[in-house]
C-alpha cells in the first residue's frame, strides 16, 4: 500500500535521504532502525508529506497519518480538542471509535494536553492520529522520553490497532529491541541509506545491525535485552 | 461625580475601539507572529465606507454591515501581501504591512480626502448616574461586548476557531494533522480586518476621522495588544479600555492634546513591566 521509488531529500547541499526505495504491504508492520542522524525522521516526514523530496517518488493507496517525535501537543487546548484536530483533514468528529480503542482517553478528554504525562500525551497523539482514520499509522520514536512500562503498553496497543483495524504501521524507532519485538519486518537505515531490510528475528542477529549501531565493538547481548546507546530522558 | 462618569463611560466607549483593533493584531500574531500595523487604516476605512453608504445609499444597519465586510476583504488582502509568499519572515511581513498601511492611507486620501469625516450614529442621548450620555457611546460599549462574546465563542466552540488556535499553539502539528497554516493565517487577516472596521464604524459617528487618525488609533490598539501579551483577546480588552479611560480622564482633567502622549507612555509602562511575563509566555 505505500511504496517509496528511489527517494531524495536534501537540506541545501546536505543529503538526508539518499535514493531510499522499500514498500510496506497494507496490515503490514515495520520498523525503520538506525542510529542518530540516519534520516528516519526526515524519512518518515517525506512519507507525510511535511518534507518536500528533491527526487523520487511516494505512492500510496489510502490515507498516511503521522504520529511525530515528541508528540507534539496543542499544549493548551484539551485532549478532546487535540483528538478532534486529528480528524481535521477528513472532518471526522466522531471520537466514539478512538475511545473504543484507546480508552484511558475518554478518561482525561477534559484536561490540557501540555499537562498530561509523556506517555499520556504519547496516546493523544496516537489517537488525534487514529481520528484521520488512517490506513498507514507512520510513528516517529514511540519510546522517547518513556518508561520501559509505558512503551510496552503503547506497544500492547499498536498490536492491537494493528490486528482489529488492519492498520498498516510504520515505525520509526532508535529503540532497536522495541521495534524488532513490534515488526515483524524491518529496514535497517545508515546514512540516509538502507544497508539491510529482511525478518526482524534475522536481522537481529545481523553483524550489520550491530555495526550500525555500535560500530566494530562486539555486543552481543545487544539484541538479547539491551538497547541502542540513544540517550533518552526517562518520564512516567 | 457626574463629570467623572461621563469621562468613565466615554473612556469605556472610546477604549472598546483600542480593544477591538487590539485584538485585531492579536488574533494575527497569535496564529502568525506578524504584528500587522496596517490595522488602523482599515479602522478608518470602515468608518469613512459607512459614511458614504449611510450618505442615501443604504439604510442603518445594512451600511454599518457591508462596511465591516469590505474591511474583512481588505483584512485578506492586507494578508495576502503580508504573508501570501510561503517562507516570508515575520519581520518583513511587518514591514509589508507597514507598506500596506501607507497604501490605504493614500487610497483613503484618493477617495475622501483629506477633511474628517463623521458618519451619522445613533441620535440622543440618555442619563446614567446623573450624566448626559450619548446613545452613540453606549451602542459601542454594547457591540464590543458582543463582538467579543462572539469571538471567545468562534475560537472556544467552533471547530474553525479551534483550527486557529491549533495553528497558533503548535503550527507544525497544525500542518501534520492537515489544517493550512497559512490560510488560516489569511483567515486571521480577514478576522482582524472585520474587528478594525467595526471599531472604525462605531467610533466614527463620536470621533471623526481622517487618513492620519490611523496611527494613534493602532498605537492605541497595539498598547492594548501589549496588555494582553499579543495572545490574550480577553486581556487586551481590558488594556484597551484601561487606556481609554486613562485618556479621557486626562482630557478631561489635564488637557485634551495629551491623550495620545498618554497612551503612550501608558504602553511604554507596560511593556516594561510585562516585557519579562512576554518572555517567558515566548519561551513557553
Known sequence: MLRIDDLVVRYGSAVAVDGISFEVGAGEMVALVGPNGAGKSTLINAISGLVAPHSGTVACEGRIAQVPEGRQMFADMSVEDNLLLGGWSIRNRDLGEVYDLLPDLAGMRKRKAGRLSGGQQQMVAVGRALMARPDLLAIDELSLGLAPLVVAELAEHLRFLNRERGTAVLLVEQEVTLAFDVCPRALVLEAGRIIAAGPSVELAQSETVRKAYFGDLAVAETMTGATAPATTEVSP | ?284
Open chain 2, 1 to 284: 461625580m457626574t463629570e467623572l462618569v461621563a469621562y468613565l463611560i466615554s473612556g469605556i466607549a472610546l477604549g472598546s475601539s483600542f480593544a477591538l483593533i487590539g485584538s485585531g493584531l492579536v488574533v494575527v500574531h497569535r496564529v502568525t507572529r506578524v504584528v500587522n500595523f496596517a490595522q488602523g487604516s482599515v479602522a478608518i476605512v470602515g468608518g469613512m465606507t459607512s459614511a458614504t453608504l449611510l450618505n442615501g445609499l443604504l439604510p442603518h444597519g445594512l451600511g454599518e454591515i457591508a462596511a465591516v465586510v469590505l474591511c474583512g476583504v481588505l483584512g485578506v488582502l492586507v494578508g495576502l501581501l503580508a504573508i501570501g509568499r510561503r517562507g516570508t519572515p515575520p519581520l518583513i511581513s511587518l514591514i509589508v504591512t507597514l507598506g500596506a498601511s501607507m497604501l490605504v492611507s493614500a487610497a483613503i486620501i484618493w477617495l475622501w480626502g483629506q477633511d474628517p469625516v463623521t458618519p451619522p450614529g445613533l441620535e440622543g442621548s440618555v442619563t446614567v448616574l446623573g450624566a448626559e450620555v450619548e446613545r452613540q457611546r453606549l451602542l459601542v460599549v454594547a457591540a464590543t461586548g458582543v463582538a467579543f462574546a462572539a469571538l471567545t465563542l468562534f475560537f472556544s466552540r467552533s471547530y474553525l476557531g479551534k483550527g486557529l488556535t491549533a495553528s497558533a499553539s503548535n503550527p507544525f502539528a497544525a500542518r501534520m494533522v492537515g489544517i493550512d497554516v497559512r490560510k488560516m493565517g489569511l483567515l486571521a487577516f480577514g478576522l482582524a480586518g472585520i474587528l478594525g472596521g467595526l471599531a472604525g464604524v462605531l467610533i466614527a459617528p463620536s470621533n471623526p476621522l481622517s487618513f492620519y487618525s490611523d496611527l494613534p488609533l493602532v498605537l492605541s490598539g497595539f498598547a492594548a495588544a501589549v496588555f494582553g501579551g499579543l495572545t490574550s483577546p480577553l486581556r487586551t480588552l481590558f488594556g484597551g479600555l484601561g487606556l481609554g479611560v486613562a485618556g479621557q480622564l486626562t482630557a478631561g482633567y489635564l488637557n485634551g492634546s495629551y491623550q495620545t502622549e498618554m497612551a503612550l507612555l501608558l504602553m511604554l509602562v507596560i511593556m516594561i513591566i510585562r516585557s519579562r511575563a512576554l518572555v517567558q509566555e515566548e519561551v513557553k
